[in-house]
């Protein structure tokens, strides 16, 4: 008689307790949590309520009524003075859950909110809402990497996208909505860079989505070429003729998915910094005619808005659960989970899986990986800036402005001790 014996190693599983604590903090519901764990740790005998017994015998809780009020103050206060102060309160909870490790109620969130910046939070009550009454229409998917949206976003560069050298480009997964890579760099318009953003996230992944969605330009030129290439050496279509076809989708902007998504990022990120640099130019800290002063903002601020634009990505909005859009044909949730498991809801998941050796052959005969575009400055300057400002990395978003300045200050003062 043979008779079940139970895994009980799950109690001393260090690595089963941080993933079941990561995914509460990302406000995963059990049936989605359930469905994950069932995959990444099939060892174990799961139901719901075995998940409810193993979170409380971890105590892990998705809401935690004895955290301190002034742990609350000061993670509100210390995002308040950078690009949180963009936030609604909805996000602002996300972020503090995430970046904070405060499983928090947003009412908490709310009254802090409300006790420490309501001018604020009053003024935010209306972020991403439409000016105008949409029209109705439907995009349909079949699953993840079936359709990526790709497009460049300019508004941090100012009038007619020449004062601030400050480029932003990315991609979007058009059935999960979730957001799959954000670049910044001092320019859009080369190709090669362009590509090479690209490029490096399906390196990362080991994914070439079934179809690219892009706007016509010079820009995505080298872009669309590795994306078919791909296709090409791993062999999607029997018939080479029918890649360009079914793997790349033309359009304008406006009917580009990311598109819309650019206003969410702008309202509820970019104006902190846009507010910052128009100090630099109001107050004369900034000459965008001097290519020196446009070096030195990129060399401070790129790195600064890379590392919040990584926050927002992942954070504010892969993680954040979207609310239900009437007559919305594709499925609503946590874009990460959408992704991640698509049978869930009725999708499949598309893309073509490529190796390390294909990879290389198309950097090798694209050159895209060339160091000449490793890095936004020339050798030059980037020795020149890291003098005195050596570790960009650590320079929080608030205190940009005033590094931008001290750089600015010492490097003028090195050229009169030369003079």
Not at 63 to 92: F, H, P, S
Not at 147 to 175: E, R
Request: aromatic share 12%; net charge neutral.
């Amino acid at each position: 008689m043979f008779c079940n014996i139970r895994n009980v190693d799950w109690s001393d599983d260090l690595t089963l307790k941080a993933d079941l604590t990561k995914y509460v903090q990302r406000r995963y519901n059990r049936n989605e949590i359930l469905t994950i764990v069932k995959k990444d740790y099939a060892e174990y005998a799961w139901s719901i309520r075995t998940l409810a017994n193993r979170l409380n015998y971890f105590e892990i809780r998705y809401t935690n009524y004895d955290v301190d009020l002034q742990q609350v103050y000061a993670a509100v206060g210390i995002e308040l003075k950078g690009t949180g102060c963009k936030l609604g309160y909805r996000a602002m909870c996300q972020k503090i859950r995430e970046i904070h490790n405060l499983n928090i109620p947003r009412d908490v969130v709310y009254n802090v909110m409300q006790d420490v910046d309501p001018d604020g939070l009053k003024n935010r009550g209306g972020v991403g809402l439409p000016k105008r009454k949409r029209k109705e229409k439907r995009f349909i998917s079949k699953g993840p990497d079936c359709t990526m949206s790709l497009d460049g976003h300019d508004k941090l560069c100012g009038y007619q996208k020449s004062m601030f050298p400050l480029f932003i480009y990315g991609g979007q997964d058009a059935y999960s909505g979730k957001i799959t890579f954000l670049k910044i760099w001092m320019s859009n318009n080369n190709p090669n860079i362009v590509a090479r953003h690209y490029y490096e996230y399906v390196k990362q992944s080991k994914t070439v989505p079934d179809k690219v969605r892009i706007d016509r330009g010079t820009e995505t030129d080298m872009l669309t070429t590795i994306h078919c290439y791909m296709h090409k050496l791993c062999g999607t279509y029997e018939h080479v003729n029918e890649i360009v076809s079914n793997c790349v989708l033309y359009g304008p902007s406006t009917a580009n998915k990311i598109e819309r998504w650019w206003r969410e990022l702008h309202h509820r990120m970019e104006t902190f910094f846009k507010e910052q640099l128009s100090r630099l130019l109001n107050e004369g800290h900034y000459d965008q005619t001097c290519q020196e002063d446009r070096d030195m903002l990129a060399y401070i601020y790129i790195p600064v808005i890379q590392k919040e634009l990584d926050i927002f990505r992942t954070t504010v909005w892969n993680h954040a659960r979207g609310r239900k859009q009437v007559k919305k044909a594709l499925p609503t949730g946590i874009p990460d989970f959408l992704y991640e498991h698509p049978e869930q809801f009725g999708g499949v998941k598309s893309g073509t899986t490529v190796t390390e050796e294909q990879l290389t052959i198309v950097a090798e005969e694209s050159g895209i990986m060339d160091p000449a575009y490793d890095f936004y400055l020339n050798q030059e300057q980037l020795i020149k800036f890291q003098t005195y400002v050596p570790d960009t990395s650590i320079i929080e978003s608030y205190e940009a402005v005033d590094a931008f300045i001290y750089l600015k200050q010492e490097c003028n003062a090195s050229i009169r001790e030369e003079v």
